[in-house]
């Protein structure tokens, strides 16, 4: 329940904040980048590394399988860290709350490159990984959300989805940082998973797997450096000042938001199935072996096939927060997502290996163009979603009501999306895993009709529950 507000509002114009909107946009945007390279690290390293070092099997598939769901673990965490984050994003600021987001999730991927695998300790090999995955996850669930608040909530009226896309290029960014610094590491070292991925003996399955997790620690300093020179977001220093914090913001936030949540998770869902199609599933794919239904391109050469697909992602994540700005958040996210189940009718005829051959035969250009279809309807999806998410919600439950929408659906869209598409493709062939993300979309479709455009949402007044 809301907190009585004193007699006399301080006003808009009374709550002073000098941050340049230069740092907000560099604050918002190394976060969501850590955010992003720690995600794409694990699940590279998930595919080519852990099966052999963490879940060995006489089985590649068991392994395979295995390794993806500590995948889906952090999915799992994610929920409880955007509760967690977002009652003292809510209840102490935006400010302090990233920092122990981004601290969090940092330390854990530091530590999952200090490991000892299997063959080493047994059982406490894998064991130990889980539990950093889920550190991970729970750092996560407080990441995102704040940093859509954190730019949303200081963008100029007209131009917030704009503003706020500024997080979302972190995910682009920590792509290429993570699968650039790993094909440069595979390069250097003479890695190829196909021939070398079970000599336990080889240099990059024995330290080069590590060197991407150790190095995070990095820019999680660098990240620290930029939150601690922000200052409070207006909107919630003026919540602040009005005395309009409510005691306890998850149960507020049920109590008044719990539909705008419902909607905004399945708005949701369909961008995290296409994002982790088009990531973790397709490189399992891509590398897979051709008698287990892959295409047997070979790892560094697939890296390549991912870069440049990349790009498509980052230019369409502005394009999208301009269209969201000029003809709603709605209309632009309504006509990416039919756009996506239309994309997942094609797979079958795009890219199996019927259609684009296998190993040495493989069309690599065609399989570029598939990898960057999907990844421009990505960057629409997602570009606008940190504009989307947080005007759905009133300003004194928008950190935990917005954090829990978009991590539930994490669980709902990307948690079991790699073990799932690895076994409809095993069992049904790939067309299947289109049907997926098809299915995904028509239900993500539903939902965006169900709201009403946020585009002339007012997010510089103190929205409260009352």
Known sequence: MSTSAPDTKVSAASVKNTTPRSRV?????VGTTIEFYDFYIYATAAVAVFPVLFFPSKDATTELLASFATFGVAFI?????????????????????????????????FIIGLLPTYHQIGLWAPTMLTIMRFCQGLGLGGEWSGAALLASEYAEEGKRARAAMW?????????????????????????NSATDGKNLDHPFLIWGWRIPFLLSIVMVAVGLYVRFKLEETPVFAKAAANNEKVKTPLVEAFKVAWWPMIQGTFIMVACYVLFYLMTAWVLSYGIGKADKGGLAIPYREFLIIQLISIIGFAIFIPISGWLADKYGRRTQQLWTTIAMAVFGLSFGLFISPSVVGTGANANAAVVTLFIFIGMCLMGLSFGSMSAYLPELYPTNVRYTASGIAYNVASILGAALTPFVAVWLNTSYGVGAV?????FASILSVVFILLTHETRDVDMNAVSTTK
């Open 25 to 29: 946009i560099l604050a918002s945007l």
């Open 77 to 109: 965490a994610r929920p409880l860290g955007s509760v967690i984050f977002g009652h003292f994003g809510d209840k102490i600021g935006r400010k302090a709350t990233l920092v122990g987001a981004l601290l969090t999730m940092g330390l854990a991927t």
């Open 167 to 191: 997080p979302q290029l972190g995910a682009p960014i920590g792509f290429v940082f993570a699968n650039g610094f790993m094909l440069l590491l595979t390069s250097w070292i003479s890695f």
């Open 434 to 438: 289109g049907g997926y993300l098809a």
